[in-house]
C-alpha cells in the first residue's frame, strides 16, 4: 500500500535542524543532558535515524514544538500553542454534544486540518 504524502518538510531529520535553528540551540551537547541521551544520537535524528517516541515527546517538550509537525511534518512547528488557546472552547462544545455527534465533528475537524 503507497503512503499517502506528507505536507510540509520531507523529512523529520530536517525538521529537527530546522527547530534546532529556529530555538537557537548551538550546543547539541547541552541539549543532549537535557534529553538524557548521548550527543550522537541527536546527530542521528537530524539524518533521519530512528528515534524513539519517548525521545520524540522528549525533544518537543524541551524545544516547545508540535508533535503532528515533528513526527508527521504537518502543519508548523509552533501550531501546538495555538490548539492551546481554543482548546477550553472544544471541550465545552464536546461536553454538549451526543457521542456520536462528537465522533462526526473530530472526524470532520482531522479531515479539514
Known amino acids: 500500500m503507497e503512503r499517502p504524502a506528507r505536507r510540509g518538510m ?3 531529520g530536517a525538521r529537527i535542524k530546522l527547530a534546532l535553528e529556529a530555538r537557537a ?3 547539541q551537547h547541552a541539549l543532549a543532558s537535557a534529553l538524557g541521551v548521548h ?5 542521528r535524528w537530524k539524518e533521519d535515524g530512528a528515534m ?11 524545544l516547545d514544538l508540535s ?8 502543519g508548523h512547528m509552533d ?5 492551546d488557546e481554543i482548546e477550553p472552547v472544544y ?3 464536546f461536553d454538549i454534544l451526543s457521542p ?3 465522533a462526526a465533528l473530530m472526524k470532520f475537524i482531522k479531515l479539514i486540518a
Do not use: M, Y
Open 10 to 12: 520531507s523529512s523529520r
Open 25 to 27: 540551540v548551538r550546543k
Open 39 to 43: 550527543e550522537s544520537a541527536i546527530t
Open 52 to 62: 524513539s517516541l519517548d525521545n520524540a515527546v522528549a525533544l518537543c517538550r524541551e
Open 67 to 74: 508533535a503532528d509537525w515533528l513526527l508527521l511534518g504537518i
Open 79 to 83: 501550531q501546538h500553542r495555538e490548539r
Open 91 to 93: 471541550t465545552e462544545l
Open 100 to 102: 456520536g455527534a462528537a
